[in-house]
């Protein structure tokens, strides 16, 4: 339905599967399709697709049936009216930015967010954006912060990496003031738990490389929001060239189908190892929006359904070393960067996605050399508590 001449693009539903078969069989799977173009049938269809007037599908980087077909999947879990699917997570969030900032505009973002913003906020500083930067717990001050020229806030919730939350509705009453675009990264929350759009967000972007996959084998970005943001968000994609491969898209379709079941499970362990982590000693300023005492509950509660998701943050012993001593003695949870897989990860984000920041700024919004990521996968539920447990007894912090 669009074509590498067109300058817009129609948001017509596509065509069922076609059957593949002379019995009218329809495939169980949304077939790979490798081609990187279409022989049209004639003039007169190059037109119409050309004009949208039918769905049809022309070159690769306009489009690709198996990419459309999870395009539609994440619409619907976000409750969206349709949904962009790109390269990465970091192509997703460039996309919006370089979809809705101007030069001489103003862009919000949290410190905690993931620390790769940062070098895409110094690309749009040379392209002239202003940019200012916001501690997520300060978000109750987040209007000192607004200039009459501020386009866009983004946000993540819960944050990067300490899991703090920040009211969706309010941020969005404050964005109403200047007319700005609210962008909420749903990667953490995922759209089991939480749906930033009917909260007041204008746009929901994901790492779909985390838990919309899963399985550690696939990267790949999603923007979800209204048919409106798909033209303007397709107009760059087909511009740029961030289009996903068939192959990742039908391996985040098959990642997909066991979402719920996966995000479900890793909820219920993250809460059940939380729990456990409270009470040991050696463990400090943990950070899980499920328990009672986080900071950020009460607000958790109201926008988060079905628990309270897999990410946690907490500090370990006094030192980078005492962290270091940890994280090398865990044999279950293994030692990795990403996050929302079947397997549980854990790592040092002062040495890892924080990487990407002055070293300053790393410990500006509460983050130290000791913090851990943990996030918790589909394990048996003792398996990582036990060790959690054996781990801290080897570095002496556990009876
Ligand atoms: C919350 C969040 N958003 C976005 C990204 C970027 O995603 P990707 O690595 O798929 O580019 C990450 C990566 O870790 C992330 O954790």
């Known amino acids: 339905m669009s074509s590498s001449t067109s300058n817009h693009r129609h948001s017509a539903p596509p065509h069922p599967a076609a059957p593949l078969t002379p019995y009218g069989n329809r495939p169980m799977v949304t077939p790979i399709v490798h081609a990187v173009n279409y022989e049209y049938l ?56 370089l979809s809705y900032l101007r030069a001489g505009g103003h862009l919000i973002l949290f410190h905690d967010i993931y620390g790769a913003h940062y070098k895409v906020s110094l690309i749009l ?43 969706i509705a309010q941020v969005r009453q404050m964005a109403d003031t200047v007319g700005a675009r609210l962008v909420v990264d749903n990667t953490f929350a995922t759209p089991y738990h939480q749906h930033p759009l009917e909260l007041g967000a204008h746009l929901v972007v994901h790492s779909a490389t985390k838990a919309l996959g899963g399985h550690n084998d696939l990267m790949a970005g999603a923007i979800a929001g209204s048919k409106e943001d798909y033209d303007t968000l397709w107009f760059t994609r087909q511009a740029i060239g961030t289009t996903l491969d068939a192959y990742s898209a039908s391996l985040l379709e098959r990642g997909l189908k066991t979402f719920p079941l996966r995000a479900e499970r890793m909820a219920d362990n993250a809460m059940a190892v939380a729990t456990h982590l409270a009470q040991c000693p050696g463990i400090s300023n943990l950070h899980y929006p499920g328990l009672p005492t986080d900071e950020g509950h009460a607000i958790s509660v109201r926008q988060l359904h079905h628990g309270f998701g897999g990410m946690m943050a907490f500090d370990v012993g006094q030192t980078q070393e005492d962290a270091k001593r940890f994280i090398s003695a865990l044999t279950t949870i293994r030692h990795a960067v990403s996050l929302g897989s079947t397997e549980s990860l854990i790592c040092i984000p002062f040495l890892t996605t924080m990487l ?44």
């Not at 949904?83 to 969030?93: D, I, L, N």
């Not at 987040?142 to 020229?149: A, E, G, W």
């Open 42 to 97: 004639n003039f007169e269809v190059l037109r119409q697709i050309t004009d949208g007037e039918v769905d049809g599908y022309t070159y690769h980087r306009d489009d690709n049936p198996t990419v459309r077909a999870v395009e539609k999947s994440i619409a619907a879990l976000e409750k969206a009216e349709d949904c962009v699917v790109c390269t990465s997570g970091m192509a997703a969030c460039t996309l919006v930015y």
């Open 125 to 167: 500083e040379r392209l002239g954006v202003e940019v200012s930067w916001v501690n997520a717990a300060d978000w109750r001050t987040l209007s000192d912060h607004i200039r009459p020229n501020t386009q866009m806030i983004f946000m993540e919730t819960p944050s990067n990496p300490l899991c703090k939350t920040v009211d």
């Open 356 to 399: 990407y920041m002055p070293p300053e700024r790393r410990t500006s919004f509460g983050v130290r050399p000791n913090s851990v990521r943990l996030s918790v996968g589909i394990e048996p539920q003792d398996d990582l508590v036990a060790d959690i447990d054996q781990a801290l007894r080897q570095i002496g912090n556990h009876p």
